[in-house]
């Protein structure tokens, strides 16, 4: 490949956001920490099998409702609407990872056109954006809540590169996520994992065309196309 | 409803199989057993991931490979190779829940046709059902390998439709899977929650007709249709 993407569309949940502090809010009401994984896991895997099936899930509220399941019969130290409303209040509070601003911010600088599109909610994303000093770094912050389907699907990535006005080809998925990697190359798209823990890449999945461990070596590693 | 299904499609994995075997494998290779519930969303997640972005992965395939990366810098008591065949071995190796052989002859017994459906593989559920002594009340043992895609897609279960010569409104998936029932509630088919585990049901997948609390309730709650 030759040339350079115009747009850059960034997915945001622990691609921009950190969710570490969704472990802490799990132990502040009195189970395990490491539950914050099975249950993400757990609302992805039901947030896909509706896309599969031809539905459009709501993020939040599979999130509440099968965080409801988790915790039911385990020895909460609240009421379980009050431990619910503690741990899914935590996603509207988390940051941005510390190589997010200066990544994204030269991404800018470089000229790319900047988007996010997000399984969850833009509102999210704004407070996100907002409150490390980005936001202005970013064309539009979009959500599947306005698309046809949730990311994996093609129409996800559709529905961004049409609201972008520009062709899948001419645009570059950045995500910590595999499943995400894959959908945007089965769109057409381009991608990059961002691969901050060292992990390895499942091969069942479309591999990336870049991988970087950081957001901050994403500019020299495009430029290392032209 | 006032006519019964002619044909009655049952999922395999932990419907008809008794999965809870796999936690003590997650022990044997010394991580803890907790650890085969976050494998198993972390294999469904990745496998609907596929299906929603139009491809068709391999159970085993996604299995082991979700099993290395969630093994992988963990304290194992086994070279990892060895650790992730240990546990993938258990699949082979488990037996039906005591509900099931009886739960199933009644139906047969009642005249309705039986056929299974996986995401997993029929050769599976074909020694399952051997070892429990019912592989003769199963016409088919229908894999998603052989279909256009994994469930819940509607692709899988009018291939099961059109395997079994009825239309899909004739038939009734029996599933522990909430995911399952939407899926195939979705594509027409009738459907039974089987709820061993006294959990509820998510607000945000299709409700199922039937709700059992074991596979021997079943006939009696189909009879009542008529």
């Given at each position: 490949?030759t040339?350079?993407?115009?747009?850059?569309?960034?997915d945001?949940?622990?691609?921009l956001?950190d969710m570490s502090?969704?472990?802490?809010?799990f132990?502040?009401v009195?189970?395990?920490?490491?539950?914050?994984q099975?249950w993400?896991?757990?609302?992805?895997r039901d947030g896909?099998?509706?896309?599969a099936?031809g539905?459009?899930?709501?993020?939040?509220?599979i999130?509440?409702?099968a965080?409801?399941r988790?915790l039911?019969g385990?020895e909460v130290?609240?009421?379980?609407?009050?431990?619910v409303e503690?741990?899914?209040?935590?996603?509207?509070g988390l940051?941005?990872?510390?190589?997010v601003?200066?990544?994204?911010?030269?991404?800018a600088?470089?000229?790319?056109?900047?988007?996010?599109l997000?399984?969850?909610?833009?509102?999210?994303?704004?407070k996100?954006?907002?409150e490390?000093g980005?936001?202005?770094?970013?064309?539009?912050l979009?959500?599947?809540?306005d698309?046809?389907?949730?990311?994996?699907?093609?129409?996800?990535?559709?529905y961004?590169?049409?609201a972008?006005?520009v062709?899948?080809?001419?645009?570059?998925?950045?995500?910590?996520?595999?499943?995400d990697i894959h959908?945007?190359?089965r769109?057409?798209l381009?991608?990059a994992?961002?691969?901050?823990?060292?992990?390895?890449?499942?091969?069942y999945?479309?591999?990336?065309?870049?991988t970087?461990?950081?957001?901050?070596e994403l500019?020299?590693?495009?430029?290392?196309?032209?």
């Amino acid at each position: 490949m030759t040339t350079s993407p115009s747009v850059i569309i960034f997915d945001v949940n622990e691609t921009l956001s950190d969710m570490s502090p969704m472990g802490a809010r799990f132990g502040e009401v009195g189970v395990p920490a490491e539950l914050a994984q099975l249950w993400f896991a757990t609302l992805l895997r039901d947030g896909f099998a509706l896309t599969a099936s031809g539905d459009n899930g709501s993020f939040a509220g599979i999130g509440a409702d099968a965080l409801r399941r988790l915790l039911t019969g385990r020895e909460v130290n609240r009421p379980l609407d009050v431990a619910v409303e503690h741990v899914m209040g935590g996603l509207a509070g988390l940051g941005v990872h510390p190589d997010v601003p200066e990544g994204v911010r030269a991404l800018a600088a470089a000229g790319f056109r900047l988007i996010t599109l997000s399984n969850g909610s833009a509102q999210i994303a704004e407070k996100l954006f907002r409150e490390a000093g980005i936001r202005g770094a970013f064309e539009s912050l979009l959500s599947v809540e306005d698309a046809p389907a949730w990311k994996p699907a093609r129409a996800a990535y559709e529905y961004a590169a049409a609201a972008s006005g520009v062709d899948p080809s001419g645009m570059l998925l950045v995500a910590v996520h595999p499943w995400d990697i894959h959908g945007a190359a089965r769109a057409g798209l381009r991608t990059a994992w961002l691969n901050r823990t060292g992990g390895s890449y499942p091969g069942y999945f479309e591999a990336p065309e870049f991988t970087v461990t950081a957001m901050t070596e994403l500019p020299t590693a495009l430029a290392a196309t032209h």
